[in-house]
């Protein structure tokens, strides 16, 4: 579905980058400027600082001198307006009303547009009325306004959302689980590192190792775990504790 973002009578030029920056992040590159105060605003150094590597979208970026301009090839006008108009579109937030517009099946024909206002004064009540809905994000009754860019950036994020969304990635990338053989290879170690410390009596050894069968079997150990704890192992037998620390840590073995 095209979706466009209008910024009308842009005041402030670090607010436009801001706005290219909130599109991009959510994978939006279609950007109208409406008359804003700066005829230079996208080459201005407060704008490219703000838009933080979002380039690409301040460059594909038009400028137009009204708002029927802005339109063509939309179908769908949704203002974005704190204050509510007596008269004009029903005000609802941003998340219920795109729930609604993605199940609608003849959504994917039409061209949506975000409008946003001026950082003085917000949507004039002419741009409002022609619009299908007013967008009002849920906040603070007692300070509810949003600097421009964070407003599109949650109008964004939301629209996104509705249209499927982007996956969380894994930094690490995903692990694979240790297998059966693995984990009774780790084990045995264990145990024998266990026996070394004196820790584990074999003579009574109790419950102990198929408890900590069972605590590793619920932990998923990943394979690189295993590697870590027969590290471990490893230096516990290196330690080699004197043979009377059997019967100070016998203790630990009871069930």
Excluded at 8 to 23: D, F, L, P, Y
Excluded at 125 to 146: K, M, Q, W
Aim: one cysteine or more.
């Amino acid at each position: 579905m095209q979706t466009r973002f209008i910024l009308i009578n842009t005041s402030h030029a670090g607010n436009v980058g801001a706005a290219a920056r909130a599109m991009k992040t959510m994978g939006f590159d279609d950007l109208v400027l409406v008359a804003p105060r700066w005829a230079n605003v996208l080459n201005r150094e407060e704008t490219i600082q703000r838009a933080s590597g979002a380039l690409d979208v301040l460059k594909k970026a038009r400028f137009v001198a009204t708002l029927d301009e802005a339109l063509d090839g939309i179908t769908h006008l949704c203002a974005t307006a704190m204050t509510p108009r007596d008269f004009g579109p029903p005000a609802v937030a941003p998340r219920q009303h795109f729930e609604q517009l993605s199940r609608d099946e003849s959504a994917t024909e039409q061209g949506v547009a975000f409008l946003f206002g001026s950082e003085r004064f917000g949507m004039q009540n002419e741009d409002v009325y022609r619009c299908h809905v007013a967008l009002s994000i849920p906040s603070n009754p007692e300070f509810g306004s949003l600097n421009l860019g964070s407003a599109v950036q949650v109008i964004a994020y939301e629209w996104r959302l509705a249209l499927g969304g982007y996956t969380v990635a894994d930094a690490s990338g995903p692990s694979e689980l240790a297998d059966a053989a693995q984990l009774a290879g780790m084990l045995a170690h264990w145990e024998q590192a266990l026996v070394s410390i004196g820790f584990l009596d074999t003579l009574a050894p109790k419950k102990l190792m198929p408890r900590l069968n069972q605590l590793f079997n619920r932990a998923s150990v990943t394979q690189e775990e295993i590697h870590i704890l027969r590290g471990i192992a490893k230096m516990m037998d290196r330690s080699g504790l004197a043979p009377n620390a059997l019967s100070s840590a016998g203790a630990a073995t009871k069930d």
